[in-house]
């Protein structure tokens, strides 16, 4: 069974700082992972995805890797701002059909960006 | 519309009684999923709808948990009589395939009483 662990489960930094969220999964053989940020009271958005041949996405200050062999990706914000103050969770999927399809979800690190 | 849309937003109901919850997906979108997020636990898969293959339905918890989707659009998540712990938020994505990102609504928040 997969299971998707991100540690710490808080964190908190001043602003202007870069910064990595780490994600490990215990089962390899994943089809991608996405990343998403979670706001109080709201429902996930999506915010890089990387299929399995890939090694990392970038978006603005975003970069996400992928590491398939050792089971983990990261998650890079640079220049931490306090909007970016969020829960951000990362999935894998395991499969491209059936019951492969759904997403393994961690249970997020909440970042709180200080002025 | 623009995005996943769900309502209620919040429901609450004495428990024993049936709740009904509705997602309407991302036009188009042939992906639809049910998640819940209790408070302090991650994301708990529910169920999952491909197109017009049979669902996957491994992830209710109990019997009193179905959930249908017609036309291959709007779902409906349906709880029978309500437990205080199912109290939770209730949440739909969709996508446009299994290699596509899932898009999230902003969720029901049910509160058995």
């Known amino acids: 069974k997969q299971e998707v662990t991100q540690i710490p489960a808080a964190l908190s930094v001043p602003e202007g700082e870069n910064l990595v969220l780490n994600c490990s999964f215990t089962?390899?053989?994943?089809?991608?992972l996405q990343w998403f940020r979670q706001d109080p009271g709201k429902g996930l958005t999506s915010l890089l995805l990387?299929?399995?041949?890939?090694r990392e996405q970038t978006s603005g200050r975003l970069n996400a890797s992928l590491d398939k062999s050792s089971g983990r990706s990261t998650l890079y914000i640079a220049a931490s701002q306090p909007g970016d103050s969020a829960t951000y969770l990362c999935?894998?999927?395991?499969?491209?059909?059936?019951?492969?399809?759904?997403?393994?979800f961690g249970k997020g690190i909440t970042l709180s960006v200080r002025p | 519309g623009a995005g996943v849309s769900q309502s209620p937003s919040n429901k609450v109901t004495e428990k024993g009684k049936d709740v009904e919850l509705r997602c309407d997906p991302i036009?188009?979108?042939?992906?639809l999923y049910w998640y819940r997020q209790s408070l302090g636990q991650g994301l708990e898969f529910l169920i999952y709808?491909?197109?017009?293959?049979?669902?996957?339905k491994s992830g209710l918890p109990s019997d009193r948990f179905s959930a249908e989707r017609t036309g291959g659009s709007v779902s409906t998540l349906t709880i029978q009589r309500t437990q205080q712990e199912d109290s939770a938020v209730y949440l739909c994505?969709?996508?446009?395939?299994?290699?596509?990102?899932?898009?999230f609504g902003n969720g029901t928040r049910l509160t058995v009483t």
């Open positions: 994505a969709s996508s446009r395939g299994p290699g596509s990102p899932l898009h």
């Open positions: 089962d390899s053989a994943i089809y991608n």
């Open positions: 990387i299929q399995s041949s890939q």
């Open positions: 999935a894998v999927r395991e499969g491209y059909t059936g019951a492969n399809s759904k997403l393994t």
């Open positions: 036009s188009g979108h042939t992906a």
């Open positions: 709808f491909q197109g017009n293959s049979a669902p996957d």
